[in-house]
T-cell receptor, first 118, second 115 residues
Framework: AQTVTQSQPEMSVQEAETVTLSCTYD???????LFWYKQPPSRQMILVIR??????QNATENRFSVNFQKAAKSFSLKISDSQLGDAAMYFC???????????????FGTGTRLTIIP | AAGVIQSPRHLIKEKRETATLKCYPI?????VYWYQQGPGQDPQFLIS???????DKGSIPDRFSAQQFSDYHSELNMSSLELGDSALYFC??????????????FGNGTRLTVT
């Protein structure tokens, strides 16, 4: 079974600065999908960014980018120009490329709580 | 854009009672996933459905059952409730692709409190 590890339970960053959240995973599969989800105090789960393992280019979404190191099984999230609205719990998630329809559940890490310091 | 709708938003039940949670996926989404998130924990996969058939099963207690109906909405039925069932229950939907590329869209969750 795949496992996802987030070794930083809490992180803080000064507003407008850059922060990197770490995520490692364990899998024997060669093709898979990785995601970062954000969960603000409202508890809603919001997709931040996703990466297909077969793509070498790191995904980028505005101020959010990832550093995907497939050999090291590492998938970190970089948030640039941090804003107060970025304060949330961030979950890294893994998804297998299972061929059966509807069998594409996410396996989550334990999360990193990000605090933005004004 | 339409999102995943979950009802109710909050539910308070007593031990040994029964609860039913409902999920209405995004229109045209044919796959539904249920997750349980305990306080301070990451979401744990319970069960999923594709085209009204159970497609995968995780750590769902035998006291829980779920189904997906002809209109693709899904219901999670929880019986003999225990204090440990208190959690946030998420439903997510996607367009089943069989390749893992379709993202999961989450609802706002139902917060269940068992007293």
């Amino acid at each position: 079974a795949q496992t996802v590890t987030q070794s930083q339970p809490e992180m803080s960053v000064q507003e407008a600065e850059t922060v990197t959240l770490s995520c490692t995973y364990d899998t024997s599969e060669s093709d898979y999908y990785l995601f970062w989800y954000k969960q603000p105090p409202s508890r809603q789960m919001i997709l931040v960014i996703r990466q297909e393992a077969y793509k070498q280019q790191n995904a980028t979404e505005n101020r959010f980018s990832v550093n995907f190191q497939k050999a090291a099984k590492s998938f970190s999230l970089k948030i640039s120009d941090s804003q107060l609205g970025d304060a949330a719990m961030y979950f890294c998630a893994y998804r297998s490329p299972i061929s059966n329809f509807g069998n594409e559940k996410l396996t989550f890490g334990t999360g990193t709580r990000l605090t933005i310091i004004p | 854009a339409a999102g995943v709708i979950q009802s109710p938003r909050h539910l308070i039940k007593e031990k040994r009672e029964t609860a039913t949670l409902k999920c209405y996926p995004i229109p045209r989404h044919d796959t539904v996933y249920w997750y349980q998130q305990g306080p301070g924990q990451d979401p744990q996969f319970l069960i999923s459905f594709y085209e009204k058939m159970q497609s995968d099963k995780g750590s769902i207690p035998d006291r829980f059952s779920a189904q997906q109906f002809s209109d693709y909405h899904s219901e999670l039925n929880m019986s003999s409730l225990e204090l440990g069932d208190s959690a946030l229950y998420f439903c997510a939907s996607s367009l089943g692709s069989g390749q893992g590329a379709a993202p999961l869209h989450f609802g706002n969750g139902t917060r269940l409190t068992v007293t």
